[in-house]
């Protein structure tokens, strides 16, 4: 008998080791988290569920420009998940081999924010037409620089900004910095900016979906999240549209 449970317990030693590796360099409790910069303070919740259904995970978030994301994974970065503002730059993602069956999650869509007391007096998109205007959109290849040509697009002009940012949290900093009258972000974004900013709807602006893409097993749990009914009632608290 008491061979016997020596025989057990070196299978256990042998065995548990294996059962906590859902992929080669991290375990399931620890994950990256890819993400569009216009979900920075919505993930920080997001994150809090997860630990907290998940004791001791630890979650790494990095944020930045959808299209760079999914440049970085091309480039070899390793992670567990990829959250992208637009389908489309998901779409390139998949079809590179960085990302496989993504689900959308939620949806946003662009508003036009301008400092407090509206110096530039901008009243529509037509304000980012117009050459010399101290306007700032997000880079073309970005989702919010794409969904900005589809609204200018709309109303039969061409985009003139005096700058264009590298991502929507850069475009919507140019404008409480003071260094521009307007700028094209989500509505999440504007919200978060608080009274520092004043916002104006754009009826002709195209609806953003986000899709999500578990890269690993071990991001699975975290997309199940955002796409269950606990992530999305975060979504919808910070002003995300549902899918």
Do not use: W
Request: proline content about 6%; overall charge positive; aromatic content about 4%.
């Amino acid at each position: 008998m008491k061979h016997l449970s020596l025989v057990a317990l070196a299978a256990l030693v042998v065995v548990a080791p294996l059962a906590g590796c859902a992929r080669e360099d991290a375990s399931p409790q620890s994950i990256r988290v890819l993400a569009a910069a216009s979900l920075v303070d919505v993930l920080k919740p997001m994150v809090a569920a997860y630990r907290q259904a998940n004791p001791g995970a630890k979650v790494q978030v990095d944020t930045g420009a959808s299209s760079a994301l999914v440049q970085k994974l091309r480039s070899g970065a390793k992670a567990d998940v990829l959250i992208t503002a637009d389908e489309a730059t998901m779409s390139k993602a998949v079809a590179g081999g960085v990302a496989r069956d993504p689900r959308v999650v939620a949806t946003n869509r662009l508003v036009i924010v301008v400092p407090k007391g509206n110096p530039g007096k901008v009243t529509d998109v037509r304000f980012f037409t117009v050459a010399g205007n101290r306007s700032v959109v997000c880079a073309r290849e970005v989702p919010c620089g794409a969904a900005a040509e589809k609204a200018i697009a709309a109303v039969g002009g061409t985009l003139h900004p005096i700058s264009r940012a590298t991502d929507v949290r850069a475009a919507l900093g140019s404008v409480t910095s003071g260094e521009a009258d307007a700028a094209l972000v989500y509505a999440t974004d504007a919200a978060s900016a608080g009274d520092r900013v004043e916002t104006i709807a754009i009826p002709e602006a195209p609806i953003n979906r986000y899709p999500a893409s578990a890269l690993t097993d071990a991001g699975r749990g975290f997309v199940d999240l955002l796409a269950g009914p606990n992530g999305q009632r975060i979504f919808r608290e910070a002003g995300f549209g549902l899918p």
